[in-house]
């Protein structure tokens, strides 16, 4: 059995992941979108964040790195000036705060990455993500100005990359 890693198993509690498949089209969307840094839609990719859940992680992480920092700098702080710690306080709280929209952006980008590569290889069984994203895309794109239907998609990308 195959190790989760902990990026692996916090995704997993703080996402909820649709059992149905992605779509062929919501696929090549998202990927173009990721690979040109934009956000992708996460309800076209069958997942949903579960916030509670990611307050309740991020809340473990800060006071995992906080409570340490603070054992450590307390008898320093404590002989200082008042004003230098209520200005710490401050700027900690701040940061804390700030911290929290940047870690659910990182939870977002790494569970579109895993819900991008895990429907690639159900529907590019023998390409792989890595090597074939960026052609695969470009196929795509040309597939919407060409106005390939939707029900001859998959066969249009899959004759094209065979040529490559």
Do not use: C
């Amino acid at each position: 059995m195959r190790e989760k890693s902990i990026l692996t198993r916090i995704l997993d509690f703080v996402y909820s992941k649709s059992k149905q498949p992605v779509l062929l089209k919501d696929l090549l969307v998202a990927s173009i979108q990721h690979s040109n840094g934009l956000e992708a839609d996460s309800t076209r990719l069958g997942f949903r964040l579960k916030l509670t859940r990611a307050y309740f992680v991020y809340i473990g992480i800060v006071l995992f790195f906080l409570v340490p920092l603070s054992l450590l700098t307390h008898k320093v702080l404590a002989n200082i000036d008042s004003h230098i710690s209520i200005l710490g306080a401050m700027i900690i709280t701040a940061l804390i705060f700030m911290g929290f929209n940047y870690f659910i952006d990182f939870l977002k980008t790494s569970m579109t990455k895993q819900s991008i590569q895990k429907a690639w290889s159900l529907h590019f069984p023998y390409f792989s993500y890595k090597e074939y994203s960026s052609k695969i895309n470009s196929i795509f794109q040309q597939a919407l100005r060409e106005e390939v239907p939707k029900r001859d998609l998959q066969k249009y990308i899959l004759d094209r990359v065979s040529t490559l």
